[in-house]
């Protein structure tokens, strides 16, 4: 799904230099004929799941209001001031994921999901920031965006919504379908339906240091081996009993200097925590799977594709599959980094496969982290 018009006429490379975390950019038609993917109605029916994240804010009386889902019931579609918030719709819909990869010329390690954001007349979720870069693409009617650079990014102390106290607008447009507006993280903005509306939210991933640095520690804290026990059969009596000896902290030293990190192990670790699926996410095994004979026979005919939900990163000789990393043999690793920066290999590539990578496919395959092309196992989540 090439699209020219998607950066207003730059290239994906212009469009970082210039503007990717430096300043907004407003693109007209920047998907041409802009349709909805997904009816009013089959939005509402997702954002009731229980493997659904939503929310929905309102704002009747001038009073603030959310509600995380799931979602059964919603304000009537008449009733102005409320919005509904879906997550993860590319997990769930193919036609999200196919847009949701046209932003693919920033690395599936940044990229995060598209979220809709449904909206009647006067709903929005308040003057706000974002602590990640955004692409909001108007999908069905009109929105109204005030943006400005702020310094102050203080925020009301009384609203259960992370609203700005004092939001000081410098710009505003009026998106209409298939216009989007890029903003850099920590760039103020407000948007309000112009009548019933959608916008569809491309956003990043940008974990916190302390974030990485906790989720690192526990990730070390499962490969820790220090065999033995701590002894001092040189012991001699002391007179400061309430004092911790030289003996043991020179011991202890030397010992958990051995718990300084490898550079291997720092990407492994970052692999595997990039593509580690949200919590909300699941995989169904193949309700009807082939037998692995036929499996490879099919394959090899026509071809295998990444199950939407699957995130799978390489790195030099590693690859990352949701949430797992692999060794592969120097044979395979071509191979797995195609399937990784293309999401489907065709029969030619697959023919390089090892018994072993052949193997691993058709496990897999049968655990629904992918499948044969032409299947139609995707279009349902």
């Not at 290239?11 to 997904?38: E, G, H, S």
């Not at 939001?167 to 505003?172: A, G, L, N, R």
């Not at 009026?174 to 989007?180: A, K, Q, R, V």
């Not at 033995?228 to 040189?234: A, I, L, Q, V, W």
Request: overall charge positive.
């Amino acid at each position: 799904m090439k699209n020219t018009h998607l950066l207003g006429g730059l290239t994906p490379d212009q469009f970082l230099r210039r503007y990717w975390q430096k300043k907004p950019l407003l693109v007209r038609n920047a998907i041409p004929d802009m349709q909805a993917l997904l009816a009013r109605e089959d939005l509402f029916s997702l954002a009731a799941r229980e493997d659904v994240e939503s929310r929905l804010i309102t704002n009747f009386r001038r009073q603030w209001k959310m509600q995380q889902g799931p979602l059964n019931a919603l304000p009537l579609t008449t009733r102005k001031n409320w919005t509904l918030l879906v997550q993860g719709v590319n997990l769930h819909d193919d036609q999200a994921d196919q847009l949701l990869h046209q932003f693919r010329f920033i690395p599936d390690c940044r990229l995060d999901d598209l979220m809709i954001s449904y909206a009647t007349h006067g709903g929005g979720v308040g003057a706000h920031v974002d602590s990640y870069d955004v692409f909001l693409l108007q999908a069905h009617g009109q929105r109204r965006w005030r943006i400005g650079a702020q310094q102050d990014l203080r925020l009301r102390e009384d609203l259960p919504l992370k609203i700005l106290r004092h939001f000081v607008p410098e710009q505003e447009f009026i998106l209409n379908p298939g216009d989007m507006l890029y903003l850099p993280p920590q760039y103020a903005h407000e948007g309000v339906a112009v009548g019933e509306c959608m916008t569809y939210s491309i956003g990043f991933r940008a974990p916190t240091w302390q974030e990485l640095g906790e989720a690192f520690l526990a990730f070390m804290a499962d490969s820790i081996e220090l065999p033995g026990r701590y002894s001092d059969p040189t012991l001699r009596s002391t007179r400061h009993p309430g004092a911790i000896g030289d003996q043991m902290m020179d011991a202890v030293n030397r010992t958990l200097q051995k718990l300084a990190s490898t550079g291997a192990d720092r990407e492994i670790f970052l692999g595997e925590y990039l593509s580690e699926p949200k919590p909300s996410v699941s995989f169904d095994p193949h309700p009807n799977p082939l037998g692995v004979r036929q499996f490879a026979k099919a394959a090899a005919r026509l071809g295998i594709r990444l199950h939407r939900k699957t995130r799978m990163l390489h790195r030099h000789k590693y690859m990352f599959m949701n949430g797992e990393s692999y060794l592969p043999g120097t044979s395979d690793r071509s191979v797995l980094r195609r399937l990784a920066d293309d999401r489907v290999l065709d029969a030619s590539h697959l023919a390089r496969a090892s018994a072993d990578l052949s193997e691993s496919l058709y496990r897999w395959y049968l655990d629904g982290w992918l499948d044969l092309q032409t299947t139609k196992s995707f279009q349902k989540s």
